[in-house]
Nanobody
Framework: VQLQASGGGLVQAGGSLRLSCAAS????????MAWFRQTPGKEREFAAT????????YYADSVRGRFTISRDNAKNTVYLQMNSLKPEDTAVYYC??????????????????WGQGTQVTVSS
């Protein structure tokens, strides 16, 4: 199983980026997919998730209304559209997958598979 995250970069505050997570070795439409982010010295933080069974999405309070998680089943890819970016959104962003959440959807321990991360830097 591989999750390949891409799309990170440097953007000014107020700008937008779209992250992609291409899955291989699993069918993303049959997995709950999520995005987490992490800054140095801090724990991995939940951003968004989408359930495979019904497409319901959940967001962290810090990103709700600005970020949108979506999936393209034909491409086996999950996206994170990030708008109105803030300097505090600067982090390495990771995609994750699990067949069924083992605990809460916002805990990184609930996921089995992880991508390698993509850096997002928002300048003020």
């Amino acid at each position: 199983v591989q999750l390949q995250a891409s799309g990170g970069g440097l953007v000014q505050a107020g700008g937008s980026l779209r992250l992609s997570c291409a899955a291989s070795g699993l069918t993303s439409s049959s997995y709950n997919m999520a995005w987490f982010r992490q800054t140095p010295g801090k724990e991995r933080e939940f951003a968004a998730t989408i359930r495979w069974s019904n497409g319901i999405t959940y967001y962290a309070d810090s990103v709700r209304g600005r970020f949108t998680i979506s999936r393209d089943n034909a491409k086996n890819t999950v996206y994170l559209q990030m708008n109105s970016l803030k300097p505090e959104d600067t982090a390495v962003y990771y995609c994750a997958a699990v067949r069924a959440y083992r605990g809460t959807y916002y805990s990184p321990h609930s996921y089995d598979y992880w991508g390698q991360g993509t850096q997002v830097t928002v300048s003020s």
